[in-house]
């Protein structure tokens, strides 16, 4: 018998699909426009490497975050109608697919709207001039309001997700621009003062994926609302690679370009605005604020996904608003600022996750092969290996492996397919559940 998350899953029916430009191309690229991916783009990458190779790398890793990360769950996706949840039964298990991807997704998700909510609560406290902290009652009222209203609409769906990433999405886009306008003079005074380019080239592709890692596994979820192919292909190729290009490659040029035209030393995205002054400077807390909104919203809506597929008996709504009511409390204690590092190690799991399910995509010609029985071992041990391989520069290892470790995103997503097709030929691949009836066919 299969367990409650997959024979109670309904597909995705046609009749609530929509176009790439609707759904998911503003969805993801809201998520690169939350001020998180590009506050510190430029730190320690245009000191070594010169800028057009920073650029190639972006585009590299505009490119790779697609094809690699998110190409193959949002075909799964599409071609089934159901979320990654339940895709993933197949590389982990009907029992093994609880944990991974099923939970832990959701957990995740949970974890950084518990970050998120932080540092917007602070960003709204910075523009109104309040110092209150963490624990008062005005940082606590704000944390609420804020996490319970981005709850509410990542609840009710990624057409509403999408609709305010076209609205908000505006936002970051005109004061990236704005800014970069601004710095443009002092570009061409940029000087690498510190020359490895490989180093620079590889920590910019990691940083890049290793924030979009767990996006790229959702893409099931987002999938899942596309019509065809050519949904998962446009919306990916302009709401990732495009995106991409746009909110890190303005904001690196705008940091070396401040530093050689205001002659300062830090590599924050908000000093450079500090620096120009003026009423953009003034606003720019609520504005960071603002842009903070689509990957509010994102996360919830994965959470929910997460939540009410695993846990069918109990309603979205209320599994996700259980889980927000958490991150609210971290977010209001302080905790969550202390978390970065712990999400960032948890989210290093999604790159042999997609790894190891692009592996079982391609092994069965390109489709979903059906939940598979128990625990796929040839799933657990693609995570394990590359795992292990994704947290390598996160250990006490010398600078030099701790240097040619990166892109350690890439390197667990490479080991994590590796590893599921040899033990998957080695027969560790548990056999198929029938499941044809309740897949959508296209």
Same mark, same amino acid.
């Given at each position: 018998?299969?367990?409650?998350?997959?024979?109670?899953?309904?597909?995705?029916?046609?009749? *609530?699909?929509?176009?790439?430009?609707? *759904?998911?191309?503003?969805?993801?690229?809201g998520?690169?426009?939350?001020?998180?991916?590009?506050?510190?783009?430029?730190?320690?990458?245009?000191?070594?490497?010169?800028?057009?190779?920073?650029?190639?790398?972006?585009?590299?890793?505009? /490119?790779?975050?697609?094809?690699?990360f998110?190409?193959?769950? !949002?075909?799964?996706?599409?071609?089934?109608?159901?979320?990654?949840?339940?895709?993933?039964?197949?590389?982990? @298990?009907?029992?093994g697919?609880?944990? =991974?991807?099923? /939970?832990?997704?959701?957990?995740?998700?949970?974890?950084?709207?518990?970050?998120?909510?932080?540092?917007?609560?602070?960003?709204? /406290?910075?523009?109104?001039?309040?110092?209150?902290?963490?624990?008062?009652?005005?940082?606590?009222? $704000?944390?609420?309001?804020?996490?319970?209203?981005?709850?509410?609409? @990542?609840?009710?769906?990624?057409?509403y997700?999408?609709?305010?990433?076209?609205?908000? +999405?505006?936002?970051?886009?005109?004061?990236?621009?704005?800014?970069?306008?601004?710095?443009?003079?002092?570009?061409?005074?940029?000087?690498v003062?510190?020359?490895?380019?490989?180093?620079?080239?590889?920590?910019?592709?990691?940083?890049? $994926?290793?924030?979009?890692?767990?996006?790229?596994?959702?893409?099931?979820?987002?999938g =899942?609302?596309?019509?065809?192919?050519?949904?998962?292909?446009?919306?990916?190729?302009?709401?990732?690679?495009?995106?991409?290009?746009? !909110?890190?490659?303005?904001?690196?040029?705008?940091?070396?370009?401040?530093?050689?035209?205001?002659?300062?030393?830090?590599?924050? &995205?908000?000093?450079?605005?500090?620096?120009?002054? @003026?009423?953009?400077?003034?606003? =720019?807390?609520?504005?960071?604020a603002?842009?903070?909104i689509?990957?509010?919203?994102?996360?919830?809506?994965?959470?929910? *996904?997460?939540?009410?597929?695993? $846990?069918?008996?109990?309603?979205?709504?209320?599994?996700?608003?259980?889980?927000?009511?958490?991150?609210?409390?971290?977010?209001?204690? @302080?905790?969550?600022? *202390?978390?970065?590092?712990?999400?960032?190690?948890?989210?290093?799991?999604?790159?042999?996750?997609?790894?190891?399910?692009?592996?079982?995509?391609?092994?069965?010609?390109?489709?979903?092969?059906?939940?598979?029985?128990?625990? +796929?071992?040839?799933?657990?041990?693609?995570?394990?290996i590359?795992?292990?391989v994704?947290?390598?520069?996160?250990?006490?290892?010398?600078?030099?492996v701790?240097?040619?470790?990166?892109?350690?995103?890439?390197?667990?997503?490479?080991?994590?397919?590796?590893? &599921?097709?040899?033990?998957?030929?080695?027969? =560790?691949?548990?056999?198929?559940?029938?499941?044809?009836?309740?897949?959508?066919?296209?």
């Amino acid at each position: 018998m299969l367990p409650g998350y997959i024979s109670k899953a309904v597909p995705n029916p046609a009749t *609530n699909r929509a176009p790439w430009y609707a *759904n998911t191309a503003p969805s993801y690229a809201g998520i690169f426009l939350w001020v998180a991916f590009y506050q510190f783009i430029a730190k320690d990458t245009i000191t070594r490497a010169d800028l057009g190779l920073c650029l190639l790398a972006l585009a590299v890793a505009g /490119l790779l975050s697609y094809g690699l990360f998110c190409y193959v769950p !949002a075909m799964l996706g599409m071609k089934t109608g159901y979320p990654l949840y339940v895709v993933g039964s197949s590389t982990f @298990g009907t029992a093994g697919g609880y944990l =991974m991807p099923g /939970l832990l997704m959701g957990v995740l998700q949970i974890g950084w709207f518990a970050v998120g909510t932080f540092f917007s609560t602070q960003y709204i /406290l910075s523009g109104i001039g309040s110092d209150a902290k963490p624990g008062s009652l005005l940082f606590g009222a $704000i944390a609420v309001a804020w996490g319970y209203s981005m709850a509410y609409i @990542g609840v009710m769906g990624i057409q509403y997700v999408a609709k305010l990433s076209l609205f908000i +999405n505006a936002i970051p886009l005109v004061m990236i621009l704005v800014v970069f306008l601004k710095t443009s003079a002092g570009i061409g005074g940029h000087v690498v003062t510190d020359p490895q380019p490989f180093v620079g080239f590889t920590l910019l592709i990691q940083g890049v $994926i290793g924030f979009f890692a767990t996006a790229g596994a959702a893409g099931a979820d987002f999938g =899942m609302n596309s019509r065809n192919a050519r949904d998962v292909k446009l919306g990916g190729l302009v709401g990732i690679s495009l995106a991409v290009m746009y !909110a890190a490659g303005l904001p690196l040029l705008s940091v070396a370009g401040a530093r050689s035209l205001f002659h300062i030393q830090e590599f924050g &995205y908000d000093v450079v605005i500090g620096a120009i002054g @003026g009423g953009l400077a003034t606003a =720019m807390f609520f504005l960071f604020a603002i842009a903070s909104i689509p990957p509010a919203c994102f996360c919830a809506f994965i959470a929910g *996904n997460s939540f009410s597929t695993m $846990i069918p008996g109990v309603p979205r709504i209320s599994s996700t608003m259980a889980g927000v009511t958490v991150a609210i409390v971290l977010a209001i204690t @302080g905790v969550a600022a *202390n978390l970065i590092g712990f999400f960032s190690i948890v989210g290093a799991s999604f790159g042999p996750i997609c790894g190891a399910m692009a592996a079982d995509y391609l092994l069965t010609g390109r489709k979903w092969a059906g939940p598979r029985g128990g625990v +796929n071992w040839a799933g657990y041990g693609a995570w394990a290996i590359g795992f292990g391989v994704g947290i390598l520069p996160f250990l006490p290892v010398s600078p030099e492996v701790r240097k040619y470790s990166q892109p350690a995103a890439v390197y667990s997503f490479i080991a994590g397919f590796a590893v &599921y097709a040899i033990l998957a030929k080695a027969g =560790m691949q548990p056999a198929a559940v029938p499941l044809a009836e309740k897949v959508a066919t296209r």
